[in-house]
């Protein structure tokens, strides 16, 4: 299943496409792109659901993009991308192939760009997302969210790389030459990084924006049953298939068209999928939301 997701995702026309200089996509364009994945083939949700998961994607992205350290480790959150990708299919070469392929375009656009034009990408992304402050969950145990949905800029931790510890003023004559110093005590908690992220095709990213944000344990949530939280612990370890599962991974491979979809006649092959707990949670949840929040799905053929 993952294998036709990333393939598709990584088409060599699609790819090229993406990296033609051009202006960055509205709104609207975004949203159809992501409700024609998202409702391919038989897989259908319901507007609340489609809301929902669109709404924790956009806010987990301007997250990363707000929070990054200085302009040009946007490009260090997209490797962390990338790299998780690549784990999912570390044993399909020809996918594998198609990734990196991809990875170095990256390297080749992106990586000779200077710091000033990492800036405007960056003001150019937070922009887009700037009237977005949907409130997550996971942001707000982590007290990375307010609860008017704005995001907290620490004052603490690392400083980005290539910077000093803040701290320390240095006074120079018209000469260059240095001919006072001045220290003053800061709020926060600052260190120096010790080293860059790499930039490399295979390397340690340092940054670990853009890594899985569900694969850190949290102590807030303390009402997991010890079974529970003994399950969720081994739950990367435990690489074995599940042969039960075989009928739903083939299904779920039907819908992304990987597979050819036999339908029995008369018979109902769809199947819904819910982010809500109940159906009557996402029935509310469609009616309670704001109109300006609300998209309108638009379904594209594009098998011609």
């Known amino acids: 299943v993952m294998n036709d997701i990333i393939t598709t995702m990584f088409n060599k026309k699609f ?28 897989m259908r949700l319901n507007q609340a659901s489609m809301d ?30 990338l790299d998780a990708i690549k784990d ?6 020809g996918i594998l192939n198609q990734v990196d392929e991809t ?19 960056r003001q150019t992304l937070l922009i887009f ?17 307010n609860s008017n949905g704005r995001f907290v800029l620490p004052i603490s931790g690392p400083v980005p790389w290539g910077t000093e510890v803040p701290g320390l003023i240095r ?23 010790q080293r860059e992220g790499s930039f490399d095709l295979y390397g340690d990213r340092v940054l670990k924006l853009g890594t899985n944000m569900y694969s850190v344990s949290r102590p807030v949530e303390t009402h997991m049953s010890g079974s529970s939280k003994n399950l969720a612990s081994h739950a990367k370890d435990n690489v074995a298939p599940n042969p039960l599962a075989k009928e739903e991974l083939n299904f779920l491979a039907r819908l992304l068209g990987g597979l ?45």
């Open 15 to 42: 790819m090229e496409e993406l990296f033609k200089p051009q202006e960055l996509y509205s709104k609207k364009a975004l949203r159809t792109v992501y409700d024609r994945l998202a409702h391919a083939s038989i």
């Open 52 to 81: 929902k998961l669109y709404d924790l994607m956009t806010m987990a992205f301007k997250y990363q993009v707000l929070l990054c350290p200085r302009p040009k480790d946007i490009l260090l959150v997209t490797f962390n991308h």
């Open 88 to 93: 999912f299919i570390h044993d399909s070469p």
């Open 103 to 121: 990875f170095r375009q990256l390297i080749e656009t992106y990586s000779c760009l200077s710091a000033g034009e990492f800036q405007l990408i």
């Open 129 to 145: 997302f700037q009237d977005m402050h949907i409130r997550v969950s996971i942001f707000l145990k982590d007290k990375v969210q």
């Open 171 to 193: 006074t120079f004559n018209r000469n260059g030459d240095e001919v006072k110093r001045t220290e003053f005590i800061t709020d926060g908690n600052y260190v120096t990084p």
């Open 260 to 304: 050819e979809i036999k339908k029995p006649g008369g018979s109902e092959t769809g199947f819904r999928l819910n982010l809500f707990t109940t159906d009557e949670e996402e029935e509310h949840a469609a009616l309670t939301r704001p109109e300006e929040l609300s998209y309108k799905v638009i379904n594209i053929e594009a098998t011609q």
